[in-house]
């Protein structure tokens, strides 16, 4: 099939290219990283823990930035390296899935909370409530995000089909030199200029 940079199918939004799409998705992603990681920083009631408990909630927290900002970063990698490999997207993928799942375990445990037996607190039930909210819209954005992701995928398998079906193929030449075998990969022209060139 022919590839076509402006074709339909790289296109969402009402017409926009899946490229620009997922360089948004991807800024984003690392903008709402470092936003979150501020805030729970800020937040977070480190007086009330040990700190061998404090300790662990900043490891959390830096392989939360990391794993955020690298993923992301990763995307736009993808998209603009001229050696177009999809590999790159699926720590994205990986790290977006932890999250949903993350998510959804935290709404579960929210629901318990406002439907169990025992009395909880005024300002437990408003967390709770707060969570409901908040956990399920962040994981409509990462179906979002899923969505984009494999768009993605396929815009960049495409067209990194389209361009080694535009090169010369591959040859791997074997030459034995004091009975070691050195193997070079040589484009057409260059093993033409090797097998015709004189001596």
Request: glycine share 6%; proline share 3%.
């Amino acid at each position: 099939m022919e590839f076509d940079e402006n074709a339909d199918r790289f296109r969402v939004c009402g017409g926009i290219h899946i490229k620009y799409v997922a360089s948004f998705c991807a800024f984003f992603g690392i903008c709402a990283t470092i936003g979150v990681f501020s805030f729970g920083l800020m937040i977070f009631p480190w007086h009330l823990y040990e700190d061998s408990v404090n300790t662990t909630a900043k490891i959390a927290f830096c392989c939360f930035l990391v794993g955020g900002c690298s993923s992301h970063g990763l995307i736009l990698y993808s998209l603009y390296s001229t050696r177009l490999q999809t590999q790159w997207l699926m720590p994205a993928f990986a790290y977006h899935l932890f999250i949903a799942v993350l998510n959804a375990i935290t709404t579960l445990i929210a629901v318990g909370e406002l439907f169990s037996e025992g009395n909880i607190s005024h300002r437990d039930t408003v967390m709770a409530k707060i969570v409901l909210v908040v956990c399920p819209t962040i994981f409509m954005i990462q179906m979002v995000g899923f969505y984009v992701i494999l768009k993605c995928r396929t815009y960049i398998q495409c067209k990194r089909r389209h361009v080694r079906n535009g090169e010369p193929p591959r040859i791997r030449e074997v030459i034995m030199m004091s009975n070691k075998v050195s193997i070079m990969e040589l484009s057409f022209d260059q093993f033409n200029e090797t097998m015709y060139s004189p001596a």
